[in-house]
Structures are given as structure tokens and as C-alpha cells.
T-cell receptor, first 119, second 113 residues
Framework: GAVVSQHPSWVICKSGTSVKIECRSLDFQATTMFWYRQFPKQSLMLMAT?????????EQGVEKDKFLINHASLTLSTLTVTSAHPEDSSFYICSATRTSDHLTSYEQYFGPGTRLTVT | AQSVTQLDSQVPVFEEAPVELRCNYSSSVSVYLFWYVQYPNQGLQLLLK??????LVKGINGFEAEFNKSQTSFHLRKPSVHISDTAEYFC???????????FGQGTELSVKP
């Protein structure tokens, strides 16, 4: 159990358009989901933490108006990159913590990632 | 605040040789420690974790790690590597209440025949 999916797995868009990335917990309820960004050959950088039914908490330096996060249900969080530019091209990874067992709420289950290329 | 330092950015090793990937952390409070593996263009897979108890932790794929509180280290080891172990490895910490994971810079393990 504890499978997280992301859709799409890769996307190419034109500069100035918006792109939505979905993160779903397939077999568990996720109170909290995290969004990370990873540049080539670099580590994961946390962008924001989202809790179901409340506003996301963004890390310092992350533009909340550019990276819109919605966590409308216990199994779905979305990241929308608005007015995308080439510098937004990156690998975006989400993760989720399971609601059912507070003893394991520290453990994050990661999605497979979404490769965004902005042309 | 917590931080993680992976001391080697790249580790080349021959197949069937032993390997150690080094990780040191800094924290003013107790932490949970994790090692993740990332294959190209994929998400992260948990190799092992230290929560409490025995300082020697065994994980998947024959990996193990030892928590050393005095040296604030959590080095990852495997006695005999395979070509398929070629990947990026990340060490990470979190507070005891869970939440945010702090990642190290990653170590690229390259296993050569």
C-alpha cells in the first residue's frame, strides 16, 4: 500500500501558459501533501506543504501566486504553474503522509514526478 | 534548524565491491533519519529509516545504515553492489512530529562492471 501517483508524467507547454499537475494518493487518505522541485543533478527543494481543506504553506522564496496549490480532498492535491516561463522547467515531485496511523505520519510516500518543459 | 550534508557527490565503485555513502546531520533536537534512492526520471523510494532503538538499521536491496549520535552520522553501506544499484541516493531528516523533510545534496553512486 501507500501508492502516490502524479499526472501527467511529463508535459511541454509554451511560455505564458498555465499547467496543472495532479498528485493522488491511490490507496490511502493523505492529510498532508508536499510539493518539491528538483533541478538536474540537484537535491529536492520543498516548495510548499498542503493540508486538506486549508491554505498551503509556502517555503521562503516560493511565489504563492505563481505556484497555486489546492488540496481539495484527502486523496488529491494539485499544483498549477501559472504563466510558466522557461526557468520554471524542472522536475516536480509530490509526496504524502498517511492519515490513518499517527505513528507513521512522519513517513512520506513519493510520487513518480512530473517533468515540466516550458518552451 | 536542521541540515544534512552528504560528503560525497559522486561515488564510483566496481561491481561486487563494498560501498559506503556518508551522511552527517545537524539538529538541536532529536530527529528521524532516512535514506532514499532515486533512479533516473523517477520519484524517491525509501531504502531504510531510523526512528529509535537499534542503531543498525537494515533496509531493502541489501542496504544498511548505522546511526551514530555522537558523530551525528547516518552512513549507508552495502557489502556488495550490483550494476542495478547505480542511482542517486539522498539522506534526509525530519523532526519527531514528522512534517518537513530536509534532504542532503545527494550522492551519485555509479557501479561499473
Amino acid at each position: 500500500g501507500a501508492v502516490v501517483s502524479q499526472h501527467p508524467s511529463w508535459v511541454i507547454c509554451k511560455s505564458g501558459t498555465s499547467v496543472k499537475i495532479e498528485c493522488r494518493s491511490l490507496d490511502f487518505q493523505a492529510t498532508t501533501m508536499f510539493w518539491y522541485r528538483q533541478f538536474p543533478k540537484q537535491s529536492l527543494m520543498l516548495m510548499a506543504t498542503s493540508n486538506e481543506g486549508s491554505k498551503a504553506t509556502y517555503e521562503q522564496g516560493v511565489e504563492k501566486d505563481k505556484f497555486l496549490i489546492n488540496h481539495a480532498s484527502l486523496t488529491l492535491s494539485t499544483l498549477t504553474v501559472t504563466s510558466a516561463h522557461p526557468e520554471d522547467s524542472s522536475f516536480y515531485i509530490c509526496s504524502a503522509t498517511r492519515t490513518s496511523d499517527h505513528l507513521t505520519s512522519y513517513e512520506q510516500y513519493f510520487g513518480p514526478g512530473t517533468r515540466l518543459t516550458v518552451t | 534548524a536542521q541540515s544534512v550534508t552528504q560528503l560525497d557527490s559522486q561515488v564510483p565503485v566496481f561491481e561486487e565491491a563494498p560501498v559506503e555513502l556518508r551522511c552527517n546531520y545537524s539538529s538541536s533536537v532529536s530527529v528521524y533519519l532516512f535514506w532514499y534512492v532515486q533512479y533516473p526520471n523517477q520519484g524517491l523510494q525509501l531504502l531504510l529509516k531510523y526512528l529509535s532503538g537499534s542503531t543498525l538499521v537494515k533496509g531493502i536491496n541489501g542496504f544498511e545504515a548505522e546511526f551514530n549520535k555522537s558523530q551525528t552520522s547516518f552512513h549507508l553501506r552495502k557489502p556488495s553492489v550490483h550494476i542495478s544499484d547505480t542511482a542517486e541516493y539522498f539522506c534526509a531528516v525530519s523532526g519527531l512530529m514528522g512534517g518537513k523533510l530536509i534532504f542532503g545534496q545527494g550522492t551519485e553512486l555509479s557501479v561499473k562492471p
